[in-house]
């Protein structure tokens, strides 16, 4: 599985100080999955690749180099490998759904933008997919 794995601190422009978010990223995670509304798609596994962005609460200026004091990727890794190992989904966006739910069980979380992508599924075509974004309610 070849998937890339970022996360950054958003810097205020011209200032150089820390700002009050920062962004994670999952990049290209791809899993074979059963997905699709078609008799067809549940005889076969499919590939799909999701990418996800999140921005989060950041922990504030002196927090410790630790993991537990921001949200890790490994952990939203382990839930798309876990998604990959579950019951048949039929539409990618049902499959982003319950990937947005999961990032906003984290408090934390401010704003996530998840794209699910098919990129197998007509030859003429690098991929098909769906992009859900997400803002939490009263977010500053």
Do not use: W
């Not at 798609?41 to 690749?49: D, I, L, P």
């Not at 630790?66 to 798309?80: H, M």
């Not at 906003?104 to 075509?125: I, L």
Request: aromatic letters at 10%.
């Amino acid at each position: 599985m070849d998937y890339q794995l970022l996360a950054e601190r958003v810097v205020r422009r011209g200032t150089g100080q820390t700002a009050d978010c920062y962004r994670l990223r999952v990049s290209d995670f791809e899993a074979l999955f059963s997905i699709g509304v078609y008799p067809f798609e549940r005889e076969k596994r499919q590939r799909v690749r999701i990418n996800v962005e999140l921005t989060l609460d950041h922990p504030g200026p002196g927090f410790q180099d630790r993991i537990d004091a921001v949200l890790s990727y490994e952990t939203i890794v382990q839930f798309l490998r876990s998604l990959a190992q579950g019951e048949h989904i039929g539409l990618l966006e049902t499959l982003g759904e319950r990937v947005l739910g999961f990032c906003f069980e984290d408090r934390r979380v401010r704003r996530a933008a998840v794209t699910v992508e098919k990129p197998d599924y007509f030859p003429d075509a690098a991929a098909v997919g769906v992009t859900l974004e997400r803002e939490r309610p009263g977010n500053r």
